[in-house]
């Protein structure tokens, strides 16, 4: 670079001295100077166009200016939500709203920022930064400057009346966004083992649980699956009717709080160009699709965590054995600011003790801390750093072939699975998220056979039962990508959140760790629904991918409601049952907006026969598992007295109903919008999940969330679909329900991507941003 940057035009170039230190000093300043002039310009910048339904398309001269452009957006949208998110995050919910409060998880307050404090401890947010890359962290910290300036702008429009009048509303900053990331992470592991972590104690002193927590914490456990599945199908060539690639993306996420998705478009020309959706304060596109390929997640089967069995120290019961010896755990002492009822703040420590694998848990009548035992939790995810780096390959991937060399070399994705198609008809499924190194062996040796499949516990006194190491895994303790499932085919690749076992039946993938993926087992209802129509013959198209969900099919009705029908014509005389079967006998089988009370019966039966099990007349068959288990057994006297029970206590329900009441009228979005769809474990691919709202009403809570469908022809991608509860969470916004109603009368709608289809919008809208950079203090507290 030349010196005469450094002088200003007109002036001479006068010799420098060598003996004249000041001088060289201010040289050497200057070019200082010139370097960081040349590679920051002094500010950022980015364009947001707007189209239908308020979706931004943001475009970006670099990283810091499109997460600039992102956070900018978001905070336009969600602002309330990021912000409270951020609370969350920092362990801050006592210090604002009190400490029995209870989160949106129904979590206490207390709890949660236990939980977080321990979680993001400034060292752990610091290395986590440290380990991203220089575009990664110019998305963040341009996410967090963007956030700053929506919210700047906001105050003085008058902010939204969701946070109207809130003290902790503030300026955000990149290590809050890191805060939210490593949330993200332990969702699938520890996070489900937030009250266990806060309330652990050591026998002998007193406990801090309350039952109703721990009643809660199984719930969230329990509905894990349920309110972060997934359906997902990629087409290939030789089943697709247009012969290139298909993919349809069905998430099934919370529609309110951090794992609201939100959808964008994001553009750095020559550099970067993708569209999809993502979670809150994420920079990235995590489902989405560009213009050589589409991808989409579903929540998976595999295990990101293990328990390990402490054998305690007989004199002491905070120490443990291992390998003989006797160790100390660790200390950790935990401080959350806390309102009291007088509203003055004050200050409530916790000591939090954890071992080698992780922190210890404690769950009275699970997970017990005795003088003998105590039992810690060790999550893979935890050392996962490659995140964000993993989801920036998936966004800038111009191959299947790219997207697949990048999972492979960075294991970033935490705890979901990945399915794609490309232009040319390849379709390509990977299992390869972040899973202990914990195989067949070693479980034989070292598992406690008492806790069953579904947790693993190790031993925790043996070295010998500690993960193994594999030099090819980008981490160690994980397994290394080579040993997890992938399969790539011409026809389709499909998953519903049961294993990877039968992705396609015609080529099982079998023979791996249990931790990963396990055979031999029943599928689910809505894996069985679409193998079933994806097995027809004949190709598919897009209608046909869109008539799976919007059809509104209750698998199981399908399997059992003839068998069910049968059992109500031997009942057909008894006056309390009556009600019940005529309902049955006029319902059409499906969670549509008109479907009548016969779902609702449906619904409660079929609860509380799978409560109890044994009601199938064929069960299942590893030889058949496409077909078994099937069929009601009406005709034994034990089905048929579980089946009379429950159809009582349905009518008991639902007494005082008007028949003429649709399930239009009784599902609805918060405001009031119908809802069509019903459980997943029903079979509803259009899976919605809806808790019990004012008198005779349900509330949907989660489920069918971002929809895309995406096609490919000689133009490129040509993508529909909705993000189903809407842009906004702001009840005031424009865009808070518009694509809510959408979905309710069943209306898909196209995604503009290219520059002609963005500008030909007839909502087109667009606002340039820019401002000075801040300095780098701003973003790293």
């Excluded at 969702?187 to 007193?206: L, R, S």
């Excluded at 697709?240 to 993306?249: D, I, P, W, Y």
Aim: hydrophobic letters at 40%; proline letters at 7%; charged letters at 20%.
């Amino acid at each position: 670079m030349s010196l005469l940057c450094l002088i200003p035009a007109g002036v001479p170039v006068i010799a420098i001295s060598p003996s004249s230190r000041l001088c060289l000093a201010l040289l050497l300043a200057g070019i200082g100077l010139c370097a960081q002039a040349r590679d920051n310009p002094g500010a950022v910048s980015a364009e947001i166009r707007r189209t239908t339904f308020g979706v931004p398309h943001i475009l970006a001269r670099d990283e810091r200016g499109l997460g600039y452009g992102i956070g900018y957006a978001y905070g336009q949208d969600n602002l309330c939500l990021l912000a409270n998110e951020v609370v969350t995050v920092n362990g801050q919910r006592s210090r604002w709203f009190g400490p029995q409060q209870r989160t949106l998880e129904q979590r206490r307050n207390l709890s949660s920022d236990l939980f977080f404090t321990w979680l993001n401890t400034p060292q752990s947010v610091s290395a986590f930064w440290q380990a991203q890359p220089a575009p990664i962290q110019a998305l963040l910290e341009g996410y967090a400057q963007g956030f700053n300036r929506a919210l700047a702008e906001r105050r003085e429009q008058g902010l939204p009346a969701e946070c109207q009048k809130a003290e902790w509303l503030r300026p955000i900053t990149a290590f809050d966004l890191v805060r939210l990331t490593r949330r993200l992470l332990v969702e699938g592991g520890v996070g489900q083992f937030a009250e266990a972590v806060a309330g652990a104690t050591p026998p002998g002193t007193v406990a801090r649980f309350d039952p109703k927590d721990l009643r809660v914490a199984l719930e969230n456990q329990r509905r894990f699956a349920l309110e972060r599945g997934s359906n997902a199908i990629a087409l290939g060539s030789e089943r697709s009717r247009t012969g290139h690639g298909m993919l349809l993306a069905n998430p099934h996420f919370p529609w309110n709080g951090g794992m609201r998705f939100y959808q964008m478009h994001l553009t750095i020309p020559g550099q970067l160009d993708v569209m999809g959706a993502a979670l809150p304060g994420l920079p990235l596109v995590n489902i989405g699709f560009n213009r050589h390929l589409a991808w989409t997640h579903t929540v998976d089967a595999s295990r990101h965590f293990t328990l390990h069995r402490l054998q305690l120290d007989p004199a002491d019961p905070t120490r443990y054995l291992f390998d003989g010896r006797s160790l100390p755990m660790d200390r950790q002492t935990l401080k959350v600011t806390v309102k009291g009822e007088d509203g003055e703040l004050r200050e409530i420590s916790r000591e939090l003790f954890s071992t080698r694998f992780g922190p210890v848990v404690q769950w009275p009548g699970r997970l017990d801390w005795t003088p003998g035992v105590a039992f810690s939790v060790q999550d893979a995810n935890l050392g996962n750093t490659r995140v964000l780096q993993q989801w920036h390959a998936l966004n800038q991937a111009d191959s299947l072939a790219a997207l697949q060399a990048s999972v492979q070399r960075l294991q970033g994705i935490p705890w979901v699975n990945t399915l794609a198609t490309d232009a040319g008809g390849r379709t390509l499924y990977l299992n390869q998220s972040v899973v202990p190194y914990v195989d067949a062996e070693l479980l034989g040796r070292c598992s406690d056979p008492k806790a069953g499949a579904e947790m693993i516990v190790l031993d925790g006194s043996r070295s010998a039962c500690d993960w193994k190491v594999d030099a090819r895994a980008v981490q160690p303790g994980i397994f290394p990508a080579q040993m997890q499932p992938q399969l790539s085919r011409g026809d389709f690749v499909q998953h519903a959140n049961d294993s990877a076992w039968l992705v396609n039946p015609a080529q099982p993938l079998t023979g791996f760790s249990p931790l990963i993926s396990r055979d031999g087992i029943p599928l689910g209802p809505r894996a069985r629904f679409a193998l079933s129509r994806l097995q027809q013959p004949g190709k598919l198209g897009a209608e046909d991918l869109k008539q799976m969900v919007m059809g509104d099919q209750v698998y199981l009705a399908e399997m059992l409601l003839p068998d069910l029908l049968k059992w109500c014509s031997g009942v057909e005389d008894d006056p309390n049952l009556r009600s019940v079967c005529a309902s049955l006998a006029r319902w059409d089988g499906r969670a549509g907006l008109d479907s009548g009370l016969g779902l609702v019966h449906f619904q409660i039966i079929m609860q509380a026969l799978q409560e109890k099990g044994g009601f199938w007349r064929v069960a299942f068959s590893p030889a058949d598992p496409m077909h078994t288990p099937r069929g009601l057994a009406w005709e034994r006297a034990a089905v048929a007295k579980m089946l009379r029970e429950a159809a009582l206590a349905s009518a008991a329900r639902v007494a005082g109903a008007d028949e003429a009441t649709r399930w239009g009228q009784i599902q609805q979005a918060a405001d009031g919008t119908p809802i069509h769809g019903g459980p997943a474990n029903l079979g509803v691919y259009n899976a919605i999940q809806s808790v019990d709202g004012a008198p005779g009403k349900r509330r949907v809570v989660s489920g069918t969330s971002y929809l895309q469908l995406v096609t490919f022809d000689d133009k490129g991608p040509q993508a529909e679909g909705l993000l189903v509860f809407s842009q906004s969470s702001e009840a005031a916004s424009p865009h808070a329900s518009d694509q809510t109603r959408a979905f309710s009368a069943g209306q898909w709608h196209p995604t503009p991507f290219t520059e002609a289809q963005i500008k030909a919008d007839p909502q087109y809208r667009t606002q340039s941003i820019r401002e000075p950079l801040p300095s780098e203090a701003a973003f790293s507290r």
